[in-house]
Every structure is written in structure tokens, then in C-alpha cells.
């Protein structure tokens, strides 16, 4: 078996969960999640900081198998992701609440929290051997009547799974895979004021 490992190449040594976490779009399709192993990534998300304790999303698990799945796979993804996602075990759609007389501010602190909660989520996901992939590429208005959203904003897809054998795969996905991650120079994106 040919798997990956892409652990990042660090101005400072950070954590492992950290540094190696990637997203992937290789998944074994043979692998499920158990209930138990979906309520510890739910119970992650569930435990994130939020302003005020407000707590304002949801997550909403579908394995790989159900109609729920299904039906995100065939009505709510876009482009590339039709082609890989639908191997993963699972998928996990992230919800926002929606503020009565929302302020720009509001919405702003909202997403914060949401994006504390998925990250949290994911970086369990990895202690427990699995992988995440976040997908941006998808028809929300779709999700959104599938999984029954009242008042809530679809904020994006998270593909949850083992990570899969590398042999086997088109080509252009492998390349894609090995690419070697990167990001912006540290100068650009964290400075140190003394």
C-alpha cells in the first residue's frame, strides 16, 4: 500500500496533529465510522470556544451508504469534488446560525466560532488516525434543504475518512495528492512586535 505523508516544513517546530495534517482526496473506500467515533468528532466540535458561549452552529454527520450521502454527493457538490469526495466515510455539513438583525460584526463573530469548531473537529479527527478535507465547492442551497437547515447557513463540507492507497488512482488525482504543501512566507501572514 502506498499511502501519503506531507508533514509541513515549519519556521518553528509546531505540534504534530498540526504538522501533519493535510487534505486529502484519497480516501479508502472500503473504511466506515463508527457511531462512537462520529460522536467524539461531534463532541469536539461541540466543545470549541464561541463569543458568550453562544455556540451558534451545528454539524450534521452523513455516512457514506445513507440517502443523506448520497443525495450531497449527487445534488451537493461541484466540479472536482464529485469525482473524490464520494469515497470518504463521511461526510460532516457545517451549519451557522443566523442572528435576528444581524450586524456585519455579528456575522463576523459567528464564523470565528464555527470555523473554532470545525478546526477542533478536524485536528480530532486526526488524533484519532482519520483525515478531513474542508470543501468550499458546494451548492448550499441544496445542502441547506437536504439536511433541513432552519435559520442557518451552510458554511462548507468536511470529508472525513481514512486516508487511501495511492495505487489504483488516476493519475492526475495522485499528482494532485503529492503535491507538496505550501504556504505564504511566515513574514507575510505573523510579525513580532518587540
Known amino acids: 500500500?502506498?499511502?501519503?505523508?506531507?508533514?509541513?516544513?515549519?519556521?518553528?517546530?509546531?505540534?504534530?496533529?498540526?504538522?501533519?495534517?493535510?487534505?486529502?482526496?484519497?480516501?479508502?473506500a472500503a473504511a466506515t465510522l463508527s457511531q462512537e467515533e462520529l460522536e467524539s468528532l461531534g463532541e469536539a466540535f461541540r466543545w470549541a470556544p464561541s463569543s458568550m458561549n453562544q455556540q451558534p452552529w451545528q454539524v450534521v454527520f452523513a455516512r457514506r451508504g445513507s440517502e443523506l450521502f448520497d443525495a450531497i454527493s449527487q445534488n451537493g457538490l461541484t466540479g472536482?469534488?464529485?469525482?473524490?469526495?464520494?469515497?470518504?466515510?463521511?461526510?460532516?455539513?457545517?451549519?451557522?446560525?443566523?442572528?435576528?438583525?444581524?450586524t456585519a460584526r455579528d456575522q463576523a463573530e459567528t464564523?470565528?466560532?464555527?470555523g473554532l469548531a470545525s478546526q477542533q473537529m478536524v485536528i480530532q479527527a486526526e488524533s484519532m488516525g482519520l483525515r478531513a478535507h474542508y470543501m468550499?465547492?458546494?451548492?448550499?442551497?441544496?445542502?441547506?434543504?437536504?439536511?433541513?437547515?432552519?435559520?442557518?447557513?451552510?458554511?462548507?463540507?468536511?470529508?472525513?475518512?481514512?486516508?487511501?492507497?495511492?495505487?489504483?488512482?488516476?493519475?492526475?488525482?495522485?499528482?494532485?495528492?503529492?503535491?507538496p504543501r505550501s504556504r505564504k512566507d511566515s513574514a507575510s501572514v505573523y510579525r513580532i512586535e518587540s
Open 1 to 28: 500500500m502506498t499511502k501519503l505523508d506531507k508533514p509541513a516544513i515549519t519556521a518553528a517546530p509546531i505540534h504534530d496533529l498540526i504538522a501533519n495534517r493535510f487534505s486529502p482526496r484519497i480516501y479508502d
Open 80 to 102: 472536482f469534488n464529485q469525482s473524490w469526495a464520494p469515497t470518504a466515510s463521511a461526510y460532516a455539513v457545517v451549519l451557522a446560525n443566523q442572528l435576528e438583525e444581524a
Open 111 to 114: 464564523f470565528f466560532d464555527v
Open 136 to 179: 468550499g465547492g458546494i451548492v448550499k442551497d441544496a445542502i441547506a434543504e437536504l439536511v433541513g437547515a432552519q435559520d442557518q447557513w451552510v458554511v462548507c463540507v468536511i470529508t472525513l475518512g481514512h486516508q487511501g492507497d495511492l495505487e489504483g488512482h488516476d493519475a492526475a488525482i495522485v499528482e494532485r495528492e503529492r503535491t
